[in-house]
């Protein structure tokens, strides 16, 4: 629905979540939705895992609300810089320093904006926010947190140390973007502001 539009998952343009939210209002969407997502519910509880789905959340919870479904909503943060060398990383070592230059300060304006958009677009809505930090150094507290927060439920004790299988799945060495400002090719201005610069 987003690509002929086109919005992309991240998305550099101010006017970009009033684009998505006209694409995200026609009927036939909604139809689309209202079928897919009436045949997911014999669940107590689902997870989508969608990083675009904050650009049409008022169809998800216009839709799941009909349905009798509540939506809460669970956002991943990173730094930027990390976000931006994970997306390009493989893709920018081959070109010229002007376009690593310009392709990563696109990809950090739109990184920005999107972040923004996913926290205006859930203030209504039971949510948690997990620092990516947080999850790969102690995942069972971040996710009992963002439990409480959300008010999503596990089938699992978080509260105990008791071995699981997600201890296997999550490891901090899938944090192989570590970046700080200083390693991407943004303009003087924007990697040397303090606010720019602030660490976790």
């Given amino acids: 629905m ?54 049409i959340l008022p169809v998800w919870t216009r839709v799941a609300a009909d349905l009798g479904a509540r939506v809460s909503t669970l956002t991943m943060l ?14 920018l070592t081959e070109q010229s320093p002007t376009f690593r230059r310009q392709r990563e300060t696109a990809n950090i304006a739109a990184r920005v904006n999107a972040a923004f958009e996913t926290e205006r677009s859930t203030r209504s809505l039971d949510r948690a926010f997990v620092r990516y930090a947080d999850l ?23 509260t105990t140390r008791e071995p699981h299988d997600v201890d296997d799945f999550i490891d901090a060495k899938l944090n192989r973007s570590a970046i700080t400002w200083d390693d991407i090719a ?3 201005h924007c990697a040397t502001s303090p606010s720019a610069r602030g660490k976790r």
Avoid: C, M
């Fill in 2 to 55: 987003l690509n002929p539009v086109p919005v992309r998952t991240i998305d550099t343009r101010p006017t970009a979540g009033a684009i998505a939210a006209e694409a995200g209002s026609k009927p036939e969407v909604e139809a689309e939705l209202r079928s897919w997502l009436s045949d997911q519910l014999d669940a107590e509880q689902i997870l989508i895992k969608d990083p675009r789905a904050f650009w």
């Fill in 78 to 91: 990173r730094h930027p810089t990390e976000v931006v060398r994970s997306r390009d990383s493989a893709y």
């Fill in 136 to 158: 790969l150094a102690d995942w069972r507290t971040a996710l009992h947190l963002a439990g409480e927060q959300a008010g999503l439920t596990y089938n699992a004790d978080l």
């Fill in 186 to 188: 943004v303009p003087t």
